[in-house]
């Protein structure tokens, strides 16, 4: 069974840092691109963070350009993300999502695999 599972979310006050990881198993995930999506109340799911198969290229939401960093370890099959200057507007459940073929895209449909989400709160 192929499985994307995260971690490392929680409550952290307005400046502080999380980072969070996502652990894959079932099929090894390297050449895939991966993403980090978040969905906040009542908003859409929007991609923060993506960075593609060969671990080269990576992608930015504005909103978080400068503040969090996308990596991955394709040998522990695992995927991160690093938020630092954590806003209350970052509060949401974040999403990581893999999808076969290593291009980033910010549509949720192209994504082949999802984690079931780890909630964000960040508190003023």
């Known amino acids: 069974q192929v499985q994307l599972a995260e971690s490392g979310g929680g409550l952290v006050q307005a400046g502080g840092s999380l980072r969070l990881s996502c652990e894959g198993s079932?099929?090894?995930?390297?050449?895939?691109?991966m993403g980090w999506f978040r969905q906040g109340p009542g908003k859409e799911r929007e991609l923060v963070g993506g960075i593609a198969g060969t671990g080269v290229i990576t992608y930015y939401a504005d909103s978080v350009k400068g503040r969090f960093t996308i990596s991955r370890d394709n040998a522990k099959n695992k995927v991160y993300l690093k938020m630092n200057s954590l806003k209350p507007d970052d509060t949401a459940v974040y999403y990581c999502a893999a999808r076969q073929g290593g291009t980033i895209y910010s549509s949720t449909n192209r994504y082949n695999y999802w984690g079931q989400g780890t909630q964000v709160t960040v508190s003023t």
């Open positions: 079932g099929r090894t995930f390297s050449s895939d691109a």
